[in-house]
């Protein structure tokens, strides 16, 4: 049974940056599409930056691009996502999920997912 653990959310200045972490215990996260999402109140989730079933494989959405990145480490078993240059509209609750069905491509594709529980980031002078 695959379990996700988040941590590493908080009130970070404009400019500052955080690092988030989303530790598996139960299945090892190297082997499934694993990604980063968000939510923001009022909007829709949306995705971050994901990272397929090998390291070379991820993806960063547009407005991400330079400032967040994802990288995982296998012996911890746990994925992170950078994010640097923090920005107020950043703020959200921040998700990671993975899709442990080999049919997901970079990102979990809806298939046979996990989510963590979230964590809020707020970005605020």
């Known amino acids: 049974q695959l379990q996700l653990v988040q941590s590493g959310g908080g009130l970070v200045q404009p400019g500052g940056s955080l690092r988030l972490s989303c530790a598996s215990s139960g299945l090892p996260l190297d082997r499934y599409a694993i990604g980063w999402y968000r939510q923001a109140p009022g909007n829709k989730r949306e995705v971050i930056s994901c990272?397929?079933?090998?390291?070379?494989?991820?993806y960063v959405k547009d407005p991400m691009k330079g400032r967040f990145a994802i990288s995982r480490d296998s012996a911890e078993n746990t994925v992170y996502l950078q994010m640097n240059d923090l920005k107020p509209e950043d703020t959200a609750v921040y998700y990671c999920?993975?899709?442990?069905?080999?049919?997901?491509?970079?990102?979990?594709?809806?298939?046979?997912?996990?989510w963590g529980l979230g964590v809020q980031v707020t970005v605020s002078s």
């Open positions: 990272m397929g079933r090998s390291d070379v494989n991820t």
């Open positions: 999920a993975v899709d442990l069905d080999i049919r997901a491509g970079i990102c979990p594709g809806g298939y046979n997912e996990r």
